[in-house]
């Protein structure tokens, strides 16, 4: 059993965070052409696939929405 580690936001890239990980070959190409399906970058599509298997409007079954979490306003 793996100990819990408390999330730590990294620093900003803009309004996202960067994500970077490793997926075969075969695994990029079926998200390349299933994010280009949906209009969507890949990393737009890798949100909304998260989003949606947390049960959360997504850009997949929803593309007309604009963003995938609400952006707080800076105050």
Known sequence: MSAHVP???PKLD???V???GR???VQHKRAHEAAAKHNLS???YLGALIDRAEGLPNKI???DRQG???IPEAS
């Open 68 to 70: 995938a979490l609400p």
């Open 23 to 25: 997926v075969y070959p």
């Open 7 to 9: 999330y730590a936001m």
């Open 42 to 44: 890949l990393s737009d």
């Open 61 to 63: 079954d929803n593309p």
């Open 14 to 16: 803009g309004n996202r």
């Open 18 to 20: 960067p994500l970077r």
